[in-house]
């Protein structure tokens, strides 16, 4: 069952731009990670923060988690035309051992 | 380098012919994934498995089946019995250090199933 859900589901933007997406979930989570996915291609991991974490940095990647809504977002700052992909968010179970669940991810296209 | 190898890239069915798709990792990873993702959609998972010998069924098992005979390998059958089967289909596995629930998964390039 999917349980991450993006939004926005589509997302255009000029290159230098900031680009935002959503993700909200349904459970308690032991972690939330993102995912990247060029056309074609496979997913590709981006970060992971956990759930007792609130924001977490990676290069020009801002995540954050509110646990008590139930939502995080992804923050890509300074956006390049190479950053068009689709971004999915995944849940992993407090229980640990089972699969991630992915919501239906966003389509960002930056336009240089 | 360490990874996920799919093959082949793309594949045609003919109706009432089972097909499989191949999936290698070299990561050592345990456990393995079978995802299908339609058009604009996301992953919906088809099979799983933890450990060798061992697998279980995701959300959209039917018309579908995998073995898991060695650590490396997860191929996955479509068979006459998915009626739909046009999609692309991602392997992912994913490994134990540190933790397996804070491990990411690792994906292959897919492969993309068509009917001719």
């Known amino acids: 069952s999917q349980q991450g859900e993006e939004d926005p589901q589509a997302l255009s933007i000029q290159e230098g731009e900031n680009a935002t997406m959503n993700c909200s979930y349904k459970?308690?989570?032991?972690?939330l990670q993102w995912y990247r996915q060029n056309s074609g291609r496979g997913l590709v991991h981006l970060i992971l923060?956990?759930?007792?974490?609130r924001e977490k940095h990676s290069g020009r990647l801002r995540v954050t988690l509110d646990t008590s809504k139930k939502s995080s977002s992804l923050l890509i700052t300074a956006s390049r035309a190479a950053d068009t992909a689709s971004y999915f968010c995944?849940?992993?179970?407090?229980?640990?051992?089972?699969?991630?669940?992915f919501g239906k991810g966003t389509r960002l296209s930056v336009i240089a | 380098d360490g990874g996920i190898t799919q093959s082949p890239k793309y594949l045609f069915r003919k109706e009432g012919q089972n097909v499989t798709l191949s999936c290698e990792q070299n990561?050592?990873?345990?456990?393995m994934y079978w995802y299908r993702q339609d058009p604009g959609q996301g992953l919906r998972l088809i099979y799983y498995?933890?450990?060798?010998?061992?697998?279980q069924k995701g959300d959209i098992a039917e018309g579908y089946s995998v073995s898991r005979e060695k650590k490396e390998s997860f191929p996955l059958t479509v068979t006459s019995a998915q009626k739909n089967p046009t999609a692309f289909y991602l392997c992912?596995?994913?490994?134990?250090?540190?933790?397996?629930?804070?491990?990411?998964?690792?994906f292959g390039d897919g492969t993309r199933l068509s009917i001719l």
């Open positions: 498995s933890q450990i060798v010998n061992d697998f």
């Open positions: 995944a849940t992993a179970a407090l229980s640990g051992n089972t699969p991630l669940v």
């Open positions: 990561l050592n990873h345990d456990a």
């Open positions: 923060i956990r759930s007792n974490e």
């Open positions: 459970t308690s989570i032991n972690n």
């Open positions: 992912a596995s994913r490994g134990e250090g540190g933790g397996f629930v804070y491990q990411p998964q690792h």
